[in-house]
Every structure is written in structure tokens, then in C-alpha cells.
């Protein structure tokens, strides 16, 4: 396997992240160009997974008002299982903790299994549900209160 680093954005691979974004999410629910567009004009926390010369993850947040909202966080399938999502999960969160976020909050789609149990792991509560969040489907709201640094190595 290809050692892999946890790295700042850079704009050269926007092609890259919209890559991933098509692995891993149903159309309906994927960021296109312009929202990323979006995202990166507002100065976020976005890091790229990257094994070897190929990205294969990426997590994209926003701090507002003391809370670090996880927007997407994405791992191709073939890379998934590795703790690599949960990595990139624990590296934001703490980088949302030095930038004095006290708490964060991320939505996920109620079936998506794998996901929760990441969140679940990682310290995430479920605080509710969000009817209609998706096209056809609802999300649970979760939420963490962000206290100590969190080992984040890649694996």
C-alpha cells in the first residue's frame, strides 16, 4: 500500500476531490464545481487524503460562531476499512478545537450505516433527525463537544 498523508487543499486538485465526490455519493447528493467553489471562497478546513500520487479522500468544514461544521467528509470504497476517514475526521476536529471551535456538528443520511459508526466512535452524539434532508431521505443531526486533541495518524 502507498503511505498516505493528510494534506492541505490546493486548488490543482479541485478535479481530483469532484472525482471523489462521484465514487462515493449518489448524484442527487454530490457537491458539484460550484459548490466547492463556494466552500473554498469562505476560507474552510479542507484537507485531501492522498496515497501516493492518487487522493483518495477528502474532508471539507466550516467554523461558525464557535461551531466546526463537518460539510463532507468522503473516502473512495476501495480505501475505506483502513481508519483512514477517521483520520481525516480526527485531524479536522482537532484543527476545529485549536481555531476555538467548542463544538461540532455533522449531518449523515440514517442508513448510511458505516458512517454513523465512524461518527459514533469519534465521540458524535445523535441529537435528532432532519425529515427531508436528502432528496429521499432524512439525516440524523449529531454533535460533539470538542475537549482534548484527538490522535489523528494516518494508519
Known amino acids: 500500500m502507498s503511505e498516505c498523508v493528510i494534506v492541505p487543499f490546493e486548488p490543482k486538485y479541485l478535479d481530483d476531490v469532484l472525482g471523489v465526490e462521484?465514487?462515493?455519493?449518489?448524484?442527487?447528493?454530490?457537491?458539484?464545481?460550484?459548490?466547492?467553489n463556494w466552500f473554498i471562497a469562505r476560507n474552510p478546513l479542507f484537507y485531501l487524503l492522498r496515497c501516493g500520487n492518487e487522493t483518495v479522500g477528502y474532508?471539507?468544514?466550516?467554523?461558525?460562531?464557535?461551531?466546526?461544521?463537518?460539510?463532507?467528509?468522503?473516502?473512495?470504497?476501495?480505501?475505506?476499512?483502513r481508519g483512514l476517514g477517521e483520520a481525516l475526521l480526527k485531524k479536522t476536529l482537532?484543527?476545529?478545537r485549536v481555531r476555538?471551535?467548542?463544538?461540532?456538528?455533522?449531518?449523515?443520511?440514517v442508513?448510511?450505516?458505516?458512517?454513523?459508526?465512524?461518527?459514533?466512535?469519534t465521540g458524535f452524539r445523535v441529537k435528532g433527525v432532519i425529515h427531508g434532508y436528502y432528496i429521499d431521505r432524512d439525516a440524523y443531526l449529531t454533535e460533539l463537544t470538542l475537549h482534548d486533541q484527538l490522535d489523528s495518524r494516518v494508519p
Open 22 to 36: 462521484s465514487e462515493c455519493f449518489r448524484s442527487e447528493d454530490r457537491y458539484d464545481r460550484f459548490i466547492f
Open 59 to 81: 474532508i471539507l468544514a466550516t467554523i461558525e460562531r464557535g461551531v466546526c461544521h463537518i460539510d463532507s467528509i468522503a473516502v473512495k470504497p476501495k480505501w475505506r476499512g
Open 94 to 96: 482537532d484543527e476545529c
Open 100 to 109: 476555538g471551535a467548542r463544538r461540532a456538528v455533522l449531518e449523515v443520511a
Open 111 to 121: 442508513d448510511n450505516e458505516p458512517a454513523i459508526r465512524l461518527y459514533l466512535k
